[in-house]
Nanobody, 125 residues
Framework: VQLVESGGGLVQPGGSLRLSCAAS????????AGWFRQVPGKEREAVSY????????YYGNSLRGRFDISVDRAKNTVYLRLGNLQPEDTGVYYC???????????????????WGQGTQVTVVA
């Protein structure tokens, strides 16, 4: 199983990015997908999650409306669009997959089965 993130980069405040998480060895028909972010010295923070099946979406505090998670099942790829980026959004963004339904526990990083290597997002004026 492999999850490969891409799309990170350096942007100015107010800018946007679209992160991608391409999966091989598993299907997002069977797995939910989450995005987390981490900065040095801090805990990995839950950002967003999309449920397998009905595609219900979840977002971390204050992120709904700026971030948008989606899945392209034909490409077996999950996307996270980041909008109106601010310096506090800087970090390494990780994609993760969890078998079955995770629902309201989506923010618990310990339950995920697979993780990608991360992609760096840097927001600076």
């Amino acid at each position: 199983v492999q999850l490969v993130e891409s799309g990170g980069g350096l942007v100015q405040p107010g800018g946007s990015l679209r992160l991608s998480c391409a999966a091989s060895g598993l299907s997002f028909d069977d797995y939910g997908a989450g995005w987390f972010r981490q900065v040095p010295g801090k805990e990995r923070e839950a950002v967003s999650y999309i449920e397998r099946g009905d595609g219900r979406t979840y977002y971390g505090n204050s992120l709904r409306g700026r971030f948008d998670i989606s899945v392209d099942r034909a490409k077996n790829t999950v996307y996270l669009r980041l909008g109106n980026l601010q310096p506090e959004d800087t970090g390494v963004y990780y994609c993760a997959a969890v078998r079955g339904l995770y629902g309201d526990d989506w923010y618990n990083k310990n339950g995920y089965n697979y993780w990608g290597q991360g992609t760096q997002v840097t927001v600076v004026a």
